[in-house]
């Protein structure tokens, strides 16, 4: 029987009967649902495979019981370790499974699954900062088309080059004359530095660019629940 394989990223597992658990994947052509047989129970095939954000080779055939595909077998990429022994991570990384799971609807543009295979590398090795908070929440929003708009103003076009305004209601950046009671200012260097986030395409340079302030933070933490409709806390608060 012809196998479909494909590199994956664990976002959930659950049991499905006795000895079944049936296991939720991000792939490059959108989320997998498929069943483990035995996987309860099998201490050979599926050890320690289906931790939350483990990046897996499988192999998938279909299943002429059920409508989701049988996980034929399951190949180790990279094992996340650090939640093991760190509960900041811990709740770092189920955020983001949770957040993953958003971008599964269809199939991926090309570069997204590769981000987060690169950015869970790099969140497993470095200790969880603000950066890597606002990194995750931006590009989140950005993968999933509801990026904020920086560039101009999103009710009259206009540039602003000095004085800016942002409205989560709006979607984004105002100009002075469309700024309403609802909108907080940024400085030039706040709308700069969103801009290098939601342009950044390689994770690993997030430290190379400057920390986003207080207000940026809670702004896309708002936007994101605006967006997405969320009942959303943030993981590791108070860093």
């Given amino acids: 029987m012809k196998l479909k394989s494909y590199p994956a990223i664990v976002l959930s597992v659950e049991p499905v009967s006795e000895i079944d658990l049936k296991v939720e994947f991000l792939t490059p052509v959108g989320r997998v649902i498929a069943v483990a047989k035995g996987g309860r129970k099998s201490k050979r095939r599926f050890l320690n495979l289906f931790s939350e954000v483990n990046i897996l080779k499988i192999n998938l055939r279909k299943s002429s019981r059920t409508i989701f595909p049988i996980i034929d077998s399951a190949d180790l990429i990279y094992q996340v370790k650090s939640p093991w022994f760190e509960r900041q991570k811990f709740e770092f990384f189920s955020c983001l499974a949770e957040l993953l799971s958003y971008l599964g609807k269809g199939l991926l543009e090309e570069g997204i699954f590769s981000f987060w ?4 590398k790099i969140a497993d090795a470095n200790p969880i900062s603000e950066k890597l908070l606002f990194l995750l929440e931006v590009k989140i929003l950005k993968h999933l ?44 260097a706040e709308v700069e530095c969103l801009k290098n986030y939601l342009l950044l395409k390689d994770p690993r340079e997030v430290f190379e660019i400057s920390s986003p302030s207080s207000k940026l933070l809670r702004l896309v933490r708002q936007f994101l629940i605006y967006y997405l409709g969320l009942d959303y806390k943030a993981p590791c608060q108070g860093l």
Avoid: W
Wanted: charged content about 25%.
């Fill in 117 to 120: 295979v690169s950015f869970i």
């Fill in 145 to 188: 088309g509801y990026a904020p708009m920086v560039d101009e103003c999103v009710k009259c076009g206009n540039r602003p080059k000095r004085i800016f305004y942002f409205s989560v209601e709006k979607g984004g950046i105002l100009c002075l004359n469309c700024r309403d009671d609802q909108t907080l200012p940024l400085s030039s």
